[in-house]
């Protein structure tokens, strides 16, 4: 069973985002760029799979300008088999990329894709969903455990009220969640050796999908600042304050 | 042309983000509530009494019990053409369903929208709430999700509107639920509650959370925790409040023993009044509380269990 797996190139967790002065944006400029943190889960997850024996060949795909190949050159370093980068300057929007997804599906013919449940940029959490919609596939959203078997693939999901399972016919469509597993790191052994593998490429126009972003961005803002820095000396000076003086208890 | 709410509901009650949901879609037209679900009825009753809704449309069947997104996107595509926009609260439930909608309908989805500019414009947040994006599409229809706590509730009682039932599409088959493994809790719910208490990384083990409780259940509050918490096993995942778990705005937020990431913080800084307790006095929660109590949260937890005993506060 080969296993497709997306990751994606955002400004890495731990920066703090500015938003631009002209308002179209946020700073990307000599910024720390990582893979997104759910992506990693998904190549980790993979990897068990295949290191388990269900699945045979783990490919990592990125959409987006020529730089994503680093990002997929990290998921070759931590064990993936090879690469697909689409390659475009346009902004990889969810519904676009989940077309484009489609299209690499049709010529790879995995049984399962497995996506980050969102990008740390974007907070959209759309794409997985909307792959298995255009396949017509099974999805299971938000996963905190994958279990493959006689071509079921049992999910146990993060709900608000807490965890379900459900069984999905394969092929299916996972995204994860941040307890499905614990990524590992590349080892340098391994970074060398992911110089070697392939990453093919391709443009959305040899795969025939128009990847225009059809939401447009009219003005990005800061959100209002909130101030605080407020100290209380003791937990009566504490209590007294809540009572009288915010009026919330 | 109207626009379609979907109920997050479990059969017999509607979720307060529904609610939320049904006020933003005020603003775009007419709006109707579909309930889909098995032996639903209690719960479409319970919708048709919301404020401020023109109909409801009812499908009850087995293959909607438990709201597995393959055969509930199909209903809503088969529902889809009277309506201008599809509309579900961003629940794990309308985030699961809603972009499977948008793609089969070949339209964007528009997600976690906190305020509505017109009926093709909308603001949303991005990078955990540390931008907010103006966004607007000329699709034909359009599908959004909804942050709850950036619209009023609408009024769950007084209404009382027609319930229609709506014929159900066909099962695609794909998916079957299995179970589920709920937090059971006398607790209010965490995104509705009036008080947040929520414990961090600084309470070493899930075996001190009943400090954490102790102070919740004097207020009446719900009980929440950062990632570094329930990663760490100490609670379970739906406790999470950040930008991967629930975003909460109640009129008090207590976060304890958390150092306060930018993840976090986009959980909770919406909150009327933040308190935070810590024994970092450089933790970033600080930056964002109107009230930092600086010490170790192992005396001060008690100390404020007692103190709250002793100013006689009770839950409102």
């Not at chain 2, 509930?72 to 889809?80: D, E, G, K, Q, Y």
């Not at chain 2, 985030?95 to 906190?114: C, E, F, G, T, Y």
């Not at chain 2, 004097?218 to 100490?234: E, M």
Request: aromatic share 4%; net charge negative.
């Amino acid at each position: 069973m080969k296993v497709l797996v997306a990751v994606k190139r955002v400004i890495d967790y731990n920066v703090k985002v500015r938003v631009k002065g002209d308002k179209t944006g946020v700073e990307t400029a000599n910024v720390k760029m990582s893979m997104n943190p759910f992506d990693e889960i998904a190549v980790e997850e993979a990897l068990r799979l295949r290191e388990a024996g269900t699945a045979s060949e783990v490919i990592a795909v990125s959409m987006g300008e020529a730089k994503c190949s680093e990002t997929i050159r990290t998921a070759l370093a931590m064990g993936a088999d090879r690469g697909i980068h689409v390659l475009t300057d346009l902004e990889p929007q969810p519904l676009a990329v989940a077309k484009l997804m489609k299209a690499i599906v049709e010529k790879e013919n995995p049984e399962l894709v497995i996506l980050g449940k969102q990008a740390i940029d974007d907070d959209c959490s759309q794409t997985g969903q909307m792959l298995a919609a255009l396949l017509g596939w099974s999805q299971g959203t938000f996963a905190s455990k994958v279990v493959i078997a006689d071509g079921t693939a049992n999910v146990t999901r993060e709900v608000d009220g807490g965890l379900e399972t459900v069984a999905l016919k394969m092929p299916v469509v996972v995204t994860t969640d941040l307890r499905l597993n614990e990524p590992r790191y590349a080892s340098l052994p391994n970074i060398m050796k992911a110089k070697k593998k392939i990453i093919d490429q391709f443009t959305p126009e040899d795969l025939g999908v128009d990847a225009t972003p059809r939401l447009i961005t009219l003005q990005v803002d800061e959100p209002p600042p909130r101030i605080g820095g407020g100290k209380v000396a003791d937990v009566a000076e504490l209590v007294d304050k809540l009572k009288n003086e915010a009026g919330v208890i | 042309m109207a626009v379609l709410v979907i109920a997050d509901h479990d059969n017999s009650t509607i979720k307060g983000a529904t609610l939320n949901a049904i006020t933003a879609a005020g603003q775009l037209g007419e709006v109707d509530v579909l309930v889909a679900g098995e032996n639903c009825q209690a719960a479409a009753d319970a919708a048709a009494a919301i404020q401020g809704v023109a109909k409801i449309r009812m499908a009850d069947n087995a293959a909607y019990g438990n709201a597995l997104a393959e055969p509930v996107s199909a209903l809503i595509v088969s529902l889809a053409g009277d309506y201008s926009h599809i509309v579900a609260p961003h629940t794990t439930s309308g985030k699961n369903i809603a972009p499977r909608v948008a793609a089969l309908l070949d339209v964007v989805q528009i997600s976690d929208v906190m305020e509505i500019k017109d009926a093709k414009t909308f603001v949303r947040p991005i990078y955990a709430g540390n931008a907010l994006a103006t966004v607007q599409t000329q699709d034909p229809k359009m599908v959004i999700t909804v942050r709850g706590t950036a619209f009023t509730k609408a009024e769950d009682a007084g209404g009382s509107v027609t319930i229609e039932a709506v014929e159900a599409a066909s099962d695609p088959g794909l998916s079957s639920f299995v179970g589920a493994d709920l937090t059971k809790s006398e607790r209010p719910d965490l995104t509705a509650a009036r008080i947040v208490v929520s414990g961090g990384r600084g309470l070493q083990s899930g075996d001190n959370f009943p400090l954490v409780e102790a102070v919740a259940d004097r207020l009446g509050a719900a009980v929440g925790a950062s990632r570094a918490a329930v990663d760490a096993g100490y609670v379970p995942n739906d406790y999470q409040v950040g930008q991967t778990g629930k975003v909460v705005a109640p009129e008090l937020y207590v976060a304890v023993g958390i150092s306060g990431a930018i993840q976090h913080l986009a959980g909770m800084k919406d909150s009327k009044v933040i308190v935070a307790i810590n024994k970092d006095e450089d933790a970033p929660i600080f930056q964002v509380a109107d009230y930092g109590l600086v010490g170790d949260l192992f005396e001060e937890m008690p100390k404020l269990a007692a103190e709250l005993d002793k100013q006689d506060i009770k839950p409102r």
